[in-house]
């Protein structure tokens, strides 16, 4: 089972709606997954809406010999564990941070959210030392809103080597329509979150399953034959599209 | 000035980014207005208030009192504004500091503390609320927020009731006016859980704001005038009068 930590220096870069949307999405690859929340006030449970992906609170874990307990029974449900954090100098992440296989950092790109970005570094550097086997997959841009697009670059060009391709698009409203699910009494809304997230956050899966050579389940029959269908029938449409027009009444 | 005589003002949340640093800052600049001379603490490791200051200031940058050094807290004039500023890092965590942040605010000269604070857990949050005489509590409006409260809402109501603490409580609602679709529920969320505490103070959604502070404008400076901005002058100006019945706050009536 490898476990990736999704971090945050700054508050409100959605670390959980990150981590929930990647475990989600590891598990359309193939890749049975879970979420483990360690926030002081978790609520990565009520984010969740794939079948057989979990959320639990890890929070009363404080001790190595605790957390290796709490593991361990993981290992038989599932490949890949995402680990919810409040933020890097959390005093739990201390005992978390050496089972930890990788490390992702959200960070939001508006301008305030910019300009505090070079406070990161130290924090980051101790967590760092603290597992130096623990794999940096990148910093995840988070956009809120379509204004803050522009503001990924100057992201790129602060992090350089670190950066994550993957920028997770989000509009505000998106947002609020995903959290609201989560209200009692309301019933669920039919899009809560939008295509161009999901994209982003498979995307997301693809990479962090290639980075850490995490084995993904075999195919099954139905799911085979689903992506055989759809590339015989694109491979057909290609077909017709370059060949050549033939006319038998002189010539083309 | 006493140093028991001092205010400590707490801003907290049980989420990232609900608008603490803006709201500390805001009510900060606002005393520092009207004569007062605060010191604004920003305990966060990254980020937080000092990002305010134009530059990224270590967690150990000042620590002068803690480190038994008499000279005063930093001075920082910027975008308009002058306070004493204290980045202390997580190091409040640690009750010993945490006693003796009057102290040092007092050898500065300082009228009031506000503590701009990250979300953190009950241990973190226990030195500095024995310390407390004021805790402004953040909730930003979405409705995931609103359900993580809960715990956070009850931990705060357990510890004012323990002997020991002497704080009272404001929940501040940051973001209101924004298209929610479950804002009529979180509406009835508010009456159900918040009545116990205070009635809340609602603080209009403006993403402006963090534009103005990445230029070092802070909420409420004449250059950046808007509903939100003028909704955390108005929550200074009712929070300074709190303090002064309280009694706490000598200098603050």
């Not at chain 2, 300074?240 to 019945?245: E, S, T």
Request: hydrophobic share 45%; aromatic share 6%.
């Amino acid at each position: 089972m490898k476990t990736i930590l999704i971090a945050s220096a700054t508050g409100g870069s959605a670390k959980t709606t990150t981590a929930v949307r990647l475990a989600e999405s590891l598990k359309r690859a193939r890749v049975p997954a879970g979420v483990m929340d360690l926030s002081p006030y978790p609520t990565a449970n009520y984010l969740v809406r794939e079948k057989d992906v979990f959320a639990l609170n890890g929070r009363g874990a404080a001790t190595s010999v605790a957390v290796d307990a709490m593991l361990r029974p993981l290992e038989d449900r599932c490949r890949a564990l995402v680990i919810d954090t409040g933020r890097l100098d959390d005093p739990m992440l201390d005992f978390w941070i050496e089972f930890c296989d990788a490390m992702i950092l959200t960070t939001r790109v508006d301008a305030f959210a910019l300009k505090a970005f070079e406070g990161i570094w130290d924090s980051l550097e101790q967590r760092r030392k603290d597992n130096p086997e623990m794999k940096f997959l990148g910093f995840l841009p988070v956009v809120v809103g379509p204004e803050e697009k522009k503001n990924v670059r100057q992201l790129q060009l602060a992090a350089s080597r670190f950066v994550l391709e993957t920028a997770v698009p989000f509009d505000q409203q998106e947002i609020l329509r995903a959290q609201s699910t989560c209200i009692e009494g309301l019933d669920p809304l039919p899009a809560d979150y939008g295509e161009a997230s999901r994209e982003a956050y498979d995307a997301l899966a693809a990479h962090t399953i290639g980075q850490l050579g995490i084995e993904q389940l075999p195919q099954t029959e139905p799911e085979r034959k689903k992506e055989v269908g759809l590339f015989t029938k694109l491979w057909r449409v290609a077909s017709k599209s370059v060949r050549p027009k033939v006319s038998t009444q002189g010539g083309y | 000035m006493e140093a028991a005589d001092i205010p400590v003002v707490l801003v907290l949340s049980h989420r990232g980014g609900s608008g603490k640093t803006a709201l500390a800052a805001g009510i900060a600049s606002d005393w520092a207005d009207l004569g007062e001379k605060p010191l604004l603490v920003d305990c966060a490791a990254a980020g937080g208030a000092s990002a305010l200051f134009g530059r990224y200031l270590p967690a150990d940058f000042v620590f002068p009192v803690w480190r038994g050094e008499e000279k005063p807290f930093p001075m920082v004039q910027e975008g308009g504004m002058s306070m004493r500023f204290l980045k202390a890092g997580p190091a409040l965590k640690d009750p010993q500091a945490a006693e003796r942040l009057r102290e040092g605010a007092a050898k500065a000269r300082c009228t009031s503390v506000v503590v701009d604070l990250p979300a953190c857990g009950r241990s973190e949050l226990e030195p500095l609320l024995r310390v407390a005489t004021l805790v402004l509590l953040v909730m930003p409006v979405d409705a995931l927020a609103f359900r993580g409260s809960r715990p956070f809402l009850e931990m705060i109501q357990e510890e004012r009731a323990r002997p020991g603490r002497d704080f009272q409580s404001v929940v501040v609602v940051n973001g209101t006016g924004v298209k929610n679709p479950a804002k009529e529920h979180t509406e009835v969320f508010l009456r159900q859980y918040l009545g116990p505490i205070l009635a809340p103070v609602e603080i209009p959604h403006d993403p402006s704001l963090k534009a103005g502070m990445a230029k070092g404008i802070l909420p409420g400076s004449e250059a950046e005038r808007s509903p939100a901005s003028d909704a955390i002058l108005r929550l200074a100006k009712h929070l300074r009068q709190m303090l002064a019945q309280h009694g706490t706050a000598g200098a603050m009536a």
